[in-house]
């Protein structure tokens, strides 16, 4: 593929993006306020944090190694790298309409219900924190690889383009990149762990939030939209 040495820009740009999408972080501070509740304690909301982001990790690696496996073993890479682009752009549109007119018409959300089922489950951990408290870290964990299943819609696009980028190479060459970028992706769930820890209240966290989601959508539109054009001259450049 053309232009190889962008790729590792690419990987941690697109990461950065995708780590500050409004849906993350609505779903993280809903949660940040979950587990300063439950946990009692400063120090066990920490390790609550820190467990439920080390989940998100590896299971956003673990979809993200199988989709990749799953393209070059099925020699679709080609194709599924046209799908990946095409998402990319189309994606962006909808990511820069919701700047305009937010929530309107069409939008990448987390799946319909998502949002009743994660408060759902995390009551449900609540009420078993009382009678099971040994288990509460265990369904904290498990509620990670749920997140990450109904926020997919929401967040998937701009991780699809880059493994849809990496499709063109060798898996062996993709795996450090899909570590980074799923390191980089998590980082902001650390930094909004840290704050609520020295103090900040989810509210002061869903104010901020609902401030920016614009803009949020913005930049992650016009980045999606330049990841999926380039993308496609990338495999057949003209100028």
Known sequence: MGGQELTLPLVIVAAVVDSINPCVFGVLIFL???M?????SPNKMILGGLLYSAVVYATYLLLGFGILK???NANIATAFYWVAALVAIFAGLLEIKDYFWYGKGPTLQIIPGGAERIK???SKIEKMEQSHPALLFLMTAALGVLVVLVE???????YLAILGLLSKGAFAAAVPMLLLYNFIFIIPLFIIIGIAYFGASSETLEAWRKEHRGLMRLGIGLFLLLLGFYMIYSLNPVF
């Open 120 to 122: 759902l489950y995390t």
């Open 152 to 158: 997919l819609p929401c967040t998937g696009a701009p």
């Open 32 to 34: 940040i306020a979950f």
């Open 36 to 40: 300063t509740k439950v946990f009692k």
């Open 70 to 72: 799953l393209a070059l």
